[in-house]
């Protein structure tokens, strides 16, 4: 006895599945992609790509500006370790004077020590400056002068700048160790109440965090200007943004007063 075909239009049980289910497939389509969408008021009908998104629960405003958030532009790839933070051999300083001799000092000074308003190398840590070197060559800071001049430098030119940079007097000494007890709150003990920690428990005098660079003496336009751009988020290359979160709660008037504070190239008279 020959069994019957399974697979053949002429089965009325195989007819029946397959129109069956084309039918609920188009059912599907029809009221995912269309009827469904269309009763949200903020739907454009873009194309199918747009409908699947949006069934999928991508938020229309991502699909009307045409943008994907991306995951890392303006933020840092530098790890930072503890080898970048040791001081440079000799002839590292040495390599490194000769570079920064010829291209750096007309804007950060002869001895480091901008009289521009350009930041202060002088003393900073080898390991701030190799962070924010890379982090222009990547473009993760801007700075249409410093990416175009980091470009041009290979690794050894920045880890030899750093240790020649390193090996110059700062401008001042810490403010702990000058015993100014005329700081602003928000530098000595910050403002727990709004939880901000104290600029010295990152950037020297209590403690130093690695890559908090030495502030001491730095310009005041300079200070103001950074600030600023961390609070508004136009600069992002600070590892776990921790100083877009110090920041973006402070007054204009308090971060007047924290860069007028650093800025001083002595401390205050009677201080000690
Ligand atoms: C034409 C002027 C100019 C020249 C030349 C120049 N710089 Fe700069 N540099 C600046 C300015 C201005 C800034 C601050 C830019 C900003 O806002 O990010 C800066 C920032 C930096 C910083 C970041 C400092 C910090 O505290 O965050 C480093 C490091 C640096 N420069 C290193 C160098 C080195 C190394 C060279 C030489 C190869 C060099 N610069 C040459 C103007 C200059
Ligand atoms: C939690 C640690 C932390 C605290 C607190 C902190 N900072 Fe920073 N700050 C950093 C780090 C880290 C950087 C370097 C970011 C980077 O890698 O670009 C930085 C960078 C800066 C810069 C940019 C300097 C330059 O040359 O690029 C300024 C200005 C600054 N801090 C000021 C302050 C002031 C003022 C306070 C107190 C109101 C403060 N910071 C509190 C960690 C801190």
Same mark, same amino acid.
């Given at each position: 006895?020959?069994?019957?075909?399974?697979?053949?239009?002429?089965?009325?049980?195989?007819?029946?599945?397959?129109?069956?289910?084309?039918?609920?497939?188009?059912?599907?389509?029809?009221?995912?992609?269309?009827?469904?969408?269309? *009763?949200? =008021? +903020?739907?454009?009908?873009? &194309?199918?790509? /747009?409908? %699947?998104? @949006?069934? $999928?629960?991508?938020?229309?405003?991502?699909?009307?500006?045409?943008?994907?958030?991306?995951?890392?532009?303006?933020?840092?790839?530098?790890? *930072?370790? =503890? +080898?970048?933070?040791?001081? &440079?051999?000799? /002839?590292? %300083?040495? @390599?490194? $004077?000769?570079?920064?001799?010829?291209?750096?000092?007309?804007?950060?000074?002869?001895?480091?020590?901008?009289?521009?308003?350009?930041?202060? *190398?002088?003393?900073?840590?080898?390991?701030?400056?190799?962070?924010?070197?890379?982090?222009?060559?990547?473009?993760?800071?801007?700075?249409?002068?410093?990416?175009?001049?980091?470009?041009?430098?290979?690794?050894?030119?920045?880890?030899?700048?750093?240790?020649?940079?390193?090996?110059?007097?700062?401008?001042?000494?810490?403010?702990?160790?000058?015993?100014?007890?005329?700081?602003?709150?928000?530098?000595?003990?910050?403002?727990?109440?709004?939880?901000?920690?104290?600029?010295?428990?990152?950037?020297?005098?209590?403690?130093?965090?690695?890559?908090?660079?030495?502030?001491?003496?730095?310009?005041?336009?300079?200070?103001?200007?950074?600030?600023?751009?961390?609070?508004?988020?136009?600069?992002?290359?600070?590892?776990?943004?921790?100083?877009?979160?110090?920041?973006?709660?402070?007054?204009?008037?308090?971060?007047?007063?924290?860069?007028?504070?650093?800025?001083?190239?002595?401390?205050?008279?009677?201080?000690?």
């Amino acid at each position: 006895m020959q069994e019957p075909r399974l697979y053949t239009w002429r089965n009325g049980w195989f007819r029946w599945s397959v129109l069956g289910v084309s039918g609920m497939t188009v059912a599907a389509l029809l009221v995912g992609l269309i009827w469904l969408p269309s *009763l949200q =008021s +903020d739907f454009t009908a873009k &194309g199918v790509w /747009d409908s %699947i998104c @949006r069934a $999928a629960g991508v938020p229309s405003e991502w699909i009307a500006q045409g943008k994907w958030p991306s995951a890392s532009k303006g933020t840092t790839q530098v790890v *930072l370790t =503890s +080898d970048m933070a040791r001081a &440079g051999a000799g /002839d590292a %300083i040495g @390599r490194g $004077a000769t570079i920064a001799v010829q291209q750096c000092s007309m804007c950060h000074g002869a001895q480091g020590m901008s009289d521009a308003n350009a930041p202060n *190398l002088a003393g900073q840590y080898p390991e701030v400056v190799i962070k924010q070197l890379h982090d222009y060559k990547r473009g993760d800071r801007a700075s249409a002068i410093m990416q175009t001049l980091a470009q041009r430098l290979s690794d050894k030119d920045i880890t030899d700048i750093a240790a020649y940079y390193d090996s110059l007097p700062k401008a001042r000494a810490a403010i702990v160790q000058a015993g100014e007890m005329d700081a602003p709150a928000l530098v000595r003990v910050g403002d727990p109440l709004r939880n901000i920690v104290p600029c010295v428990s990152c950037h020297g005098g209590i403690d130093h965090k690695i890559g908090a660079p030495w502030l001491e003496g730095m310009p005041k336009e300079y200070l103001l200007k950074e600030m600023k751009a961390f609070a508004s988020g136009a600069r992002r290359n600070d590892s776990f943004a921790q100083m877009r979160n110090v920041v973006r709660p402070l007054t204009s008037q308090e971060l007047d007063s924290v860069a007028e504070f650093y800025a001083r190239r002595e401390p205050a008279a009677g201080s000690r």
